[in-house]
T-cell receptor, first 119, second 113 residues
Framework: GAVVSQHPSWVICKSGTSVKIECRSL??????MFWYRQFPKQSLMLMAT?????????EQGVEKDKFLINHASLTLSTLTVTSAHPEDSSFYIC???????????????FGDGTRLSIL | DQQVKQNSPSLSVQEGRISILNCDYT??????FLWYKKYPAEGPTFLIS?????DKNEDGRFTVFLNKSAKHLSLHIVPSQPGDSAVYFC????????????FGKGTKLSVKP
């Protein structure tokens, strides 16, 4: 079935560092990718929707200058957390949307997430 | 405003018995519903889905029921197994959206041997 690869799976870094997270769709083309954030014992909160070749659409309350999203190809989207601070520590998950009929029962395919810890 | 609600944060059942996870929604424009299973520090895993034109979909031990008039859906797992212990998220898609999933807050299922 469809596979979405998210890298890295765990990042620990100092406050003020910028961190880039990659999301790749391995066996299908994803015109749309989504970025979610999950706090402990909370639901997955959509941060932004990323369409290939265009600017991402951010959800209300999400700082676009803080969370830079690039979707330069049909198989790769990146999320860069700029000048990360401890409050940015969270679990970030990407998903890729496929219009391929063979995946029609599951519109989004999720990566395994990235645990970001800012010291 | 929570459009997809999972009012039970946790559920504990005995191995071999039925697990019933509930989900309510408020937006009548939702036309596709999904259930995901999630372990800590992992991405969600798709379990089963149902279109709004159906009232039941079954896949092995998992059955999803949809009651459109009540805006309610449920996931039945039978028989429950210890490996089913995880957090289960209900999600919905609005008609015409590009696959944007609206998630509930999840229900933590514990299946005891």
């Amino acid at each position: 079935g469809a596979v979405v690869s998210q890298h890295p799976s765990w990042v620990i870094c100092k406050s003020g560092t910028s961190v880039k997270i990659e999301c790749r769709s391995l066996d299908f083309q994803a015109t749309t990718m989504f970025w979610y954030r999950q706090f402990p014992k909370q639901s997955l909160m959509l941060m932004a929707t990323s369409n290939e070749g265009s600017k991402a659409t951010y959800e209300q309350g999400v700082e676009k200058d803080k969370f830079l999203i690039n979707h330069a190809s049909l198989t790769l989207s990146t999320l860069t957390v700029t000048s990360a601070h401890p409050e940015d520590s969270s679990f970030y998950i990407c998903s890729a949307f496929s219009t391929d009929r063979s995946y029609s029962n599951q519109p989004q395919h999720f990566g395994d997430g990235t645990r970001l810890s800012i010291l | 405003d929570q459009q997809v609600k999972q009012n039970s944060p946790s559920l504990s059942v005995q191995e071999g018995r039925i697990s019933i996870l509930n989900c309510d929604y408020t937006n009548s424009m939702f036309d596709y519903f999904l259930w995901y299973k999630k372990y800590p520090a992992e991405g969600p895993t798709f379990l089963i889905s149902i279109s709004s034109i159906k009232d039941k979909n079954e896949d092995g031990r998992f059955t999803v029921f949809l009651n459109k008039s009540a805006k309610h859906l449920s996931l039945h797992i039978v028989p429950s197994q210890p490996g089913d212990s995880a957090v289960y998220f209900c999600a919905a898609i609005r008609k015409g959206s590009q696959g944007n999933l609206i998630f509930g807050k999840g229900t933590k299922l514990s299946v005891k041997p």
